[in-house]
């Protein structure tokens, strides 16, 4: 409530003094004046920002402090009215040296609490002791000041900027026994212009002990006072008003324009420091002004330089004429140091139209999605001045592409914007911090039209890409087909020797024998009944073994069972044959359900051989046989606790035929084993599900 009411006296003494001092004139008849705009329009300044900046933040510390300086150098300012007007109306009155006294108290009060804003700012508490201590002895000096002048001096000094009337004031309290104190004295008054570099010496010592935020605040007043420093606190800067010299008026225009600048810039870095880029201004602003003065100081001395040189031999037409040619020859040269000067500070600045043109342009020359994304981070990344640039495609393969990023880690990104085709997001460009300064809408404007500009291309490119991949599958798989028909034309061949073979060395034999036993039992039976008797029963017994050796035969082709009975009742045959150990699980759906002969036929040849297997070279101890359906598939698994192998190191040719045959009718097959833990084969073939029980 004390700070408030304090708040709220200060408005009311500071609004009192604006307007009092015009009143001044006006009341003893004056009419308005010049001196109106020059001496109250800084003062004026420093409080109408000061109590704007109370209105908007009235429980920050700076704003109430920048408030009591603004109030107390337009009380200053118009104290020194008083004086000046009653002084040039009536003369020297009695009391102008209590008016001038309080002029000079309040006029380093202005001061002193120029040092505490600093002193807290931006965030209103001390981080050092030293601070809180020197704001309370500076606090003193304002009536130090004044006493040692009126004490020591016989003439009270007065500032001409505020009491323009220049009079003579006597103090009324001169003490001649002190009057070795006024060298002290003039010290004291001329020196209290070391206020403010102390007060930006304080603010230079909590920049260093800032975070971010803070420092981004600090740099509006610091960049205000890097000019009111040298133009606003004296005649041709602040040393010559350290010597002593009198303050002109001729220097008054100046540090009325760098002066107000200082609150403003206070005010600025309490509520909206984000407002410009000021690192990017200072940095810049100086270099490339102190580039571009060099550049036209050689310029005006080369021009000098040819009008001079030409003046010596010619008349004055012809000076003048060769001065223009020159400097018409040079102009382009000029221009392109200055376009030198510019790249050098700023390096290579790309407009919105630019980077869109160049973006586009580079995206035709892209054929491949990582080609096209590295563009487009490059482009982002220069067009926005950003550390670094990353785009990241999404989908089945991920693509990562970074610009200014060595190793494409997980740094966070300041600015993000969606790679749209359409609904569809193909991914993401990111973007680090600013080089310098912090980014603006129109950045993440340029980002999105970068971004949609380049997001077409890009899925061009992946469709291209997956083309390209799907050709090459094509490519792959008609060369496996083309092996796989030729595997499956030699195993009919092979098939059809070893048949050939079978029949030859088999049974054709048997009957050539049975046909030679028919002749003798001919011949005989004319002659010996008996022996053709006997004869006969031996064909009758030896017709049965060819006739068990051709169904052995046919059973290897193709089983009796297996098209009489079905799959489940075939394999279980099958099974039945083998040694102990061999166990059958069918699923009821497949128990009684009947498929294409051709799937019936892969399906019992890829037991028997997975069982073949199993016996010969695995040493199982155990063999499970499981059907079962899962959807419209018909899965057969031959699971046994064998050896087992390396899947990746072993030739699987015995399978490859029964490989093909799966996969002519549109099935797969799986081998999964390793050593000494057994081996697992499982077929996939295509059934429709009407087919199953």
């Known amino acids: 409530m004390l700070r408030q009411a304090l708040c709220r006296a200060l408005l009311v003494v500071g609004t009192a003094a604006a307007l009092a001092y015009p009143l001044a004139d006006l009341v003893t008849g004056r009419g308005p004046q010049l001196t109106w705009l020059s001496n109250e329009y800084v003062p004026f300044a420093f409080y109408l920002i000061g109590a704007f900046l109370v209105l908007k933040r009235p429980d920050h510390p700076v704003a109430r402090r920048l408030l009591l300086c603004g109030t107390a150098a337009i009380v200053s300012a118009t104290l020194g009215q008083l004086v000046s007007v009653a002084y040039v109306e009536n003369g020297l009155q009695s009391w102008l040296w209590l008016a001038t006294a309080l002029q000079t108290v309040t006029e380093t009060g202005f001061l002193a609490a120029l040092v505490a804003v600093f002193a807290v700012f931006p965030d209103g508490h001390y981080q050092r002791r030293y601070e809180r201590w020197t704001v309370w002895g500076i606090a003193t000096l304002p009536w130090l000041i004044t006493a040692v002048e009126l004490l020591a001096l016989s003439k009270i000094p007065i500032n001409p900027f505020f009491v323009w009337a220049a009079p003579s004031i ?256 193909a991914g993401r460009v990111e973007c680090g911090p600013r080089s310098e300064g912090r980014y603006r809408q129109r950045d993440q404007d340029l980002l999105v039209t970068l971004a949609r500009q380049a997001a077409l291309a890009i899925r061009n490119a992946l469709l291209v890409t997956e083309l390209a991949d799907r050709l090459e599958q094509i490519n792959v798989q008609a060369q496996e087909l083309q092996a796989s028909r030729a595997r499956i034309v030699h195993a009919e061949e092979a098939g059809r020797r070893r048949l050939e073979r079978d029949i030859h060395d088999g049974v054709q034999q048997e009957l050539v024998a049975l046909l030679a036993k028919i002749g003798r039992a001919r011949s005989q039976l004319g002659r010996d009944t008996p022996a053709a008797a006997g004869l006969l029963e031996e064909l009758q017994e030896e017709t049965k073994l060819a006739l068990r050796d051709l169904r052995d035969l046919a059973q290897g082709i193709h089983p009796t069972v297996l098209s009489d009975r079905g799959l489940a009742e075939a394999i279980q045959d099958r099974v039945s044959r083998l040694p102990e150990g061999v166990t059958l699980e069918v699923a009821e759906e497949v128990r009684s359900a009947r498929f294409s002969q051709a799937l019936e036929g892969a399906a019992y040849f890829t037991v028997c051989e997975a069982l073949a297997n199993a016996m010969k070279h695995a040493a199982a101890r155990r063999v499970v046989v499981r059907l079962r359906a899962e959807g419209e598939l018909l899965v057969v698994e031959v699971a046994d606790d064998g050896a087992g192998f390396d899947a990746s190191r072993v030739s699987r040719s015995g399978l490859s035929g029964l490989s093909d045959r799966l996969e002519a009718l549109g099935g797969r097959l799986e081998i999964e084993s390793s050593p000494w833990r057994g081996t697992r084969l499982l077929a996939t073939l295509p059934a429709r599900a009407a087919t199953f029980a």
């Open 170 to 425: 006597p103090s009324p309290i001169y003490v001649r026994s002190l009057s070795t104190l006024g060298g002290l004295a003039v010290v004291l008054s001329v020196g209290q212009l070391t206020l403010v570099a102390l007060a930006a010496g304080l603010l230079i010592a909590r920049y260093r002990r800032l975070d971010g935020e803070g420092r981004l605040q600090a740099r509006w007043p610091l960049f205000s006072l890097f000019f009111v420093i040298p133009f606003g606190m004296g005649p041709v800067g602040y040393l010559v008003g350290l010597t002593g010299f009198a303050v002109g008026p001729h220097n008054q225009a100046l540090a009325e324009v760098v002066l107000p600048t200082l609150p403003a810039a206070i005010a600025i870095g309490v509520l909206r420091p984000h407002l410009l880029d000021l690192e990017l201004v200072i940095r810049k602003s100086v270099v490339y002004g102190a580039l571009w003065l060099l550049i036209a100081l050689g310029y005006v001395a080369m021009a000098a330089g040819v009008g001079v040189a030409a003046a010596q031999r010619n008349q004055v037409g012809i000076v003048v004429l060769a001065t223009i040619l020159a400097t018409v020859v040079f102009q382009p040269a000029r221009r392109l140091v200055e376009g030198l000067a510019s790249q050098l500070v700023y390096g290579e600045r790309l407009t919105g139209y630019q980077a869109v043109s160049r973006l586009g342009v580079s995206l035709e020359e892209a054929a491949h999605p990582e080609q096209a994304a590295r563009l487009l981070a490059a482009t982002v990344r220069q067009a926005l001045d950003a550390r670094w640039a990353r785009v990241v495609i999404e989908g089945a393969r991920p693509i990562a592409a970074a610009d200014g990023l060595g190793d494409g880690s997980d740094s966070a990104a300041s600015l993000v914007a969606p790679l749209l085709f359409g609904d569809d997001v």
